[in-house]
C-alpha cells in the first residue's frame, strides 16, 4: 500500500498568521492518466471530512482561496495564507492513484 | 443537492454479522462509483471497499477482504456493505462517499456507528 507520511501532526497556529502542512507519498502518484490523485480533506470533531483540495491544486467549490495545494515530486503541501477560527481541526491528505486509497495520519490545527 | 445518509450500524459481539446501508438522492447513481471509508475513535480514516457505478467490479482493502461484501442496488439508489466475522478492530464509524471524479470523494455521508464488543 501507498504510505501517506504528514508533518506536522499537531500545528498550533496564531489567528492571521500563515500554516503549511506537509505530506509525502511512498511512490509516484502519477496515474496512467497523467494525473495525480492526491486529495486534502478537512474534518472538525463530530463532523465527515470535508474535501478542500483536489488533483493536487485544484479548490473545491466554497473553499476559501486562502487554501492552496501544490507539489514538488512525491511531495506535497498544502497552505492556509491566514488562519482563521473556523480552520481548527484535522486535515488529511489522501491519494486516489493507487488502490487501496490512502489517508496519511492527520494533521490536528489548533489555534495558540 | 447530493445527500448520503447511512444507516445499519449496531452493537454487535465479535464473530457477528451486520449489513450497512446507504441511501443516495440528489445524482444518477448509477454513474458512480461507491466507496466505504472508516474511521475507529479517535483515529484516523481507512478506505475499506469500493464499488463500480455498474457494480461490476468491487475492491477490498486486505483487512477485510473475506470477511466484506460491497453491493449496489441501482434501482433502489442504495448502497449496500456486508459485513461478516465481525472483529473488536473493526469498531468504527462507517462512511459512504461518492467518488464524482476519478481519485477523489466529493460528497460523504454523515457516517454510521458499528459497535463490536461482547
Known amino acids: 500500500d501507498v504510505v501517506m507520511t504528514q508533518s506536522p501532526l499537531s500545528l498550533p497556529v496564531t489567528l492571521g498568521q500563515p500554516a503549511s502542512i506537509s505530506c509525502r507519498s511512498s511512490?509516484?502518484?502519477?496515474?496512467?492518466?497523467?494525473?495525480?490523485?492526491l486529495n486534502w480533506f478537512h474534518q472538525r470533531p463530530g463532523q465527515s471530512p470535508r474535501r478542500l483540495i483536489y488533483?493536487?491544486?485544484n479548490r473545491d467549490s466554497g473553499v476559501p482561496d486562502r487554501f492552496s495545494g501544490s507539489a514538488s515530486g512525491t511531495d506535497f503541501t498544502l497552505e492556509i495564507s491566514r488562519v482563521e477560527a473556523e480552520d481548527v481541526g484535522v486535515y488529511y491528505c489522501?491519494?486516489?492513484?493507487?488502490?487501496?486509497?490512502?489517508f496519511g495520519q492527520g494533521t490536528k490545527v489548533e489555534i495558540k | 443537492e447530493v445527500q448520503l445518509v447511512e444507516s445499519g450500524g449496531d452493537l454487535v459481539q465479535p464473530g457477528g454479522s451486520l449489513r450497512l446501508s446507504c441511501a443516495a438522492s440528489?445524482?444518477?447513481?448509477?454513474?458512480?462509483?461507491m466507496h466505504w471509508v472508516r474511521q475507529a475513535p479517535g483515529k484516523g480514516l481507512e478506505y475499506v471497499s469500493a464499488?463500480?457505478?455498474?457494480?461490476?467490479?468491487?475492491y477490498y482493502a486486505n483487512s477485510v477482504k473475506g470477511r466484506f461484501i460491497i453491493s449496489r442496488d441501482n434501482s433502489k439508489n442504495t448502497l449496500y456493505l456486508q459485513m461478516g466475522s465481525l472483529r473488536v478492530e473493526d469498531l468504527a464509524v462507517y462512511y459512504c462517499?461518492?467518488?464524482?471524479?476519478?481519485?477523489?470523494?466529493?460528497?460523504w455521508g454523515q457516517g454510521t456507528l458499528v459497535t463490536v464488543s461482547s
Open positions: 489522501m491519494q486516489g492513484s493507487h488502490w487501496p486509497w490512502t
Open positions: 462517499a461518492r467518488e464524482g471524479v476519478p481519485g477523489t470523494n466529493d460528497y
Open positions: 488533483q493536487v491544486s
Open positions: 464499488i463500480s457505478g455498474d457494480g461490476g467490479a468491487t
Open positions: 511512490q509516484s502518484l502519477v496515474f496512467s492518466d497523467g494525473n495525480t490523485y
Open positions: 440528489g445524482f444518477t447513481f448509477s454513474n458512480y462509483p
